[in-house]
């Protein structure tokens, strides 16, 4: 009899304890749905992940701008000398329409992996738990278990690399800023050079009296001019690299990192510690 009254402690309090557990789940779920989700896919709340993009965007659209200029100006100059290298750089404006398009998937995931964690994900995982505790199949438990764990990696991945993609981009801001003011003088001297073989045409004595004068910054040669194009050329491969990398390699490590991460936590093998009767059996 005492034993019978025993059990039916035992049983009232797993019975507390599951109920509590059951309750605690819906809680967590429903407030995924209705408060974090909400929050995790606002705009407001991603405000400063959404300025970086911004910002890199901007110094996207200014490299764009000088890569064009610059092509544009190198192509106009006499002679077919620099042409070659003008249509490189030009090809190189194509490597950042990429990169735009790499900015705004990241705008984007920014909200809709939060959404997608929040609404689905995690209460799914809330509602594989629940059904564990009344069915103990262990397959239900792991999936849900594996389904929380990818939602908020799912969720952290993309704000992460971004911060990292900064922290890289700022270390190489003042070359990238180098290679834009490059790029306008180099347009600026072409079309200087561009004018004073338009003005040979028209009278040798005023071209070369300009020469006397000292303008020799303006690339007086065609030679110069190929010299300073591959020049530039060179930084502008550096920049765009260096971009395409931030943009489009670091997100795509961050989430490598955190599957690995994620994949050795599953595979660690937790020892339990054998039971006094398990010894004694022994």
């Not at 278990?145 to 991945?157: D, E, M, N, T």
């Not at 200087?192 to 028209?202: D, G, I, P, R």
Request: some cysteine.
């Amino acid at each position: 009899m005492k034993k019978r009254k025993e059990e039916i402690v035992v049983e009232k309090s797993f019975n507390l304890k599951k109920f509590i557990l059951v309750t605690s789940l819906i809680l967590i779920a429903v407030l995924s749905v209705f408060v974090i989700s909400p929050l995790a896919s606002s705009i407001k709340f991603h405000s400063n992940s959404i300025k970086l993009l911004d910002e890199k965007k901007i110094t996207v659209m200014e490299l764009t701008a000088a890569t064009v200029g610059s092509a544009t100006a190198l192509a106009a100059i006499p002679g077919d000398a620099t042409t070659p290298i003008a249509n490189q750089i030009l090809k190189m404006s194509s490597y950042l329409i990429i990169v735009i398009g790499a900015i705004f998937l990241e705008k984007i995931l920014l909200t809709l992996t939060g959404y997608v964690a929040f609404s689905f994900l995690v209460p799914i995982a809330c509602l594989l738990f629940i059904i564990y505790l009344f069915v103990k199949k262990d397959i239900l438990r792991n999936l849900s278990v594996k389904l929380a764990v990818f939602g908020i990696v799912l969720f952290l991945v993309v704000p992460i690399s971004i911060k990292v993609s900064n922290l890289i981009e700022l270390s190489y801001k003042d070359s990238i800023n180098q290679t834009m003011e490059e790029a306008k003088n180099t347009e600026d001297n072409a079309n200087e050079y561009t004018e004073e073989e338009n003005k040979e045409k028209n009278g040798w004595n005023e071209i070369t009296s300009k020469i006397k004068e000292g303008i020799s910054n303006i690339g007086n040669s065609a030679s110069k001019a190929v010299k300073n194009g591959e020049e530039l050329l060179s930084k502008f491969i550096d920049s765009i690299a260096l971009l395409l990398i931030t943009s489009c390699v670091i997100p795509i490590v961050v989430l490598l990192i955190f599957v690995w991460i994620v994949k050795i936590i599953f595979n660690v093998n937790i020892p339990i510690q054998k039971s006094n009767k398990d010894k004694v059996k022994k």
